[in-house]
């Protein structure tokens, strides 16, 4: 290393024009193991502790301003991370980091750890790479990379899901809501067989920005301009607050939520899409229409929800799956009523 340094130090400076950095697969991939190294990164654990403080590290020494929010549910310490870069108007973009604490879809042993090297690791990875990548105008825009904990305990000794970024985006001043724009979650997206269709809860005109750039790149094949699942996930708590958010994630993983969710079942390909992806479409500005992504957010409380169908007129839309102070959130396209359906979505963490 010493030696490095000297050799460097005989040798000019690169200029400020010097080769821009894309986004690679591998070194994504790298990123997953390291978490991995870790052991489970469940939520109150050390693994988990140990895992925020390299990650902090990792976008520190990226130059990143990155911070650790602690906050408490049900007597568990919970860590986001949050990292800034810039200013001026804000994408945020989040993955969860934890990793479910009993891999409950294995018949045996049902209460190990699920190791996470998709469902944590990969969209955690992403974001990591994005941190080295991004080549922006650092004076005129501002990129959020937000680490989500306790995610993945949904339904397991009373724990709701996506608790991380719930308590995050209720922690939010008024005025940090004004400066995002948009949010980008990357959830299990680095599946061999990589399918991430269109998200049904998340923002349809954000959701085609980025999907059409995943096209201009050649990306048709994987991500498909089609419907897919509505899920529960760290996009919701920032749909509640009237903000523009979509879903990158590929659902139909069969090892989710079991031990076999190790490095081997993970390509660097489909990470790098991913990256490229987000890459390209924040290096360009992270356009979108933003007079089509506008919704009004309508809150209700829960008991005004009933099972089935409430019929309205003009529109539709989806509920929210997810309550939060005996409040249920829907988001509906302005000036439009909506035919609510009830109960028909799909919880996933």
Known sequence: MLLTLALGACRPRPTAHAEPTHFDGQ??????RAQLAFGPRVTGSAANAQ???WILGELRALGWEADLHLSDYQ???????WARRGSGPAILLGAHWDSRRRADRDPQPPDAPAPGANDGGSGTAVLLELARTLDLDWSTRQVWLVF???????????WEWIVG???FAQSLRQDEVREVQAVVIVDMVGDFDQRLPLERNSDPALQQAIWAQAAALGYSSQFLNQPGKAILDDHLPFRSLGLPAVDIIDVDYPYWHTAADT???LSALSLERVGRTLEAWLEAGGQVDMVAVRRRVAVLPAGELPEGTVDGSGGSTRVIPYSQGGRRVICVPRGQRAMVTVGQQQGLG
């Open 27 to 32: 070194r994504a991939l790298d990123l997953v």
């Open 51 to 53: 895992a925020a403080e």
């Open 75 to 81: 007597g568990t310490s919970i860590r986001n991370l």
């Open 148 to 158: 989500f904990d306790a995610e993945d305990n949904g339904g397991l000794d009373g």
């Open 165 to 167: 970024s719930t308590l």
């Open 263 to 265: 490095l081997d079942k």
